[in-house]
């Protein structure tokens, strides 16, 4: 039964990758200049996506390596998109990773376990009255029980439809965020091997 009384706060999953697509392309561009003369230029254009949306792009080093090195650096600076930092546009989307669905059901934490630890603490709302959550579309709605935080049994229902009448069925990867072409999480071991090679 949803209780819309809960004053709500979307937080990200926290294997949320902050981008989940990333594209590079090799730019160019011609330089005129009659100082140091006219020349080609080149740079790997990095464009970032989250939930399908381009978020930022900017013109890097033509050496992939390079480009991928600071692009590594800069992603975990990243904080979440989420509206912990007044963030708000991503307050009704899907919190599944790669998931740029509209969220139909809205959830709030019974208890949240920090990394590596079995024991939670009680999701008691802030000090402006907010309670901590997560929103899920139909095809992810149903949670399972393997994690602690984002577990079925540690879900209050406060809008829309429980889990319970998620059927396992639809439980499937979305395919509408797009390829995910490289994984931030990948970045490092990818540098490392192009380095290698």
Known sequence: MADTNIKFQRVCHRDDP???KIVIELEERYKQ???SGDEWRFGNRVRLFYKGKELDNGLMHSDICITLEKLAEQIKLLEPLDSSNNNKQFDDICCQPGCAERGTRKYVFKKIFPSNSFTGAEN????NGYTKGMVF???HGKRGNCGLTDADDNYICIEGNDWTSAP????K???SAGPFIIGV????SLVAEISDY
């Open 18 to 20: 902050l981008y989940d």
């Open 173 to 175: 990867r979305s395919q």
């Open 137 to 139: 579309c139909d095809a």
């Open 185 to 188: 999480e990948d970045l490092g």
């Open 124 to 127: 008691v709302p802030d000090a």
């Open 168 to 171: 396992v069925e639809d439980a």
């Open 33 to 35: 200049s009659t100082i």
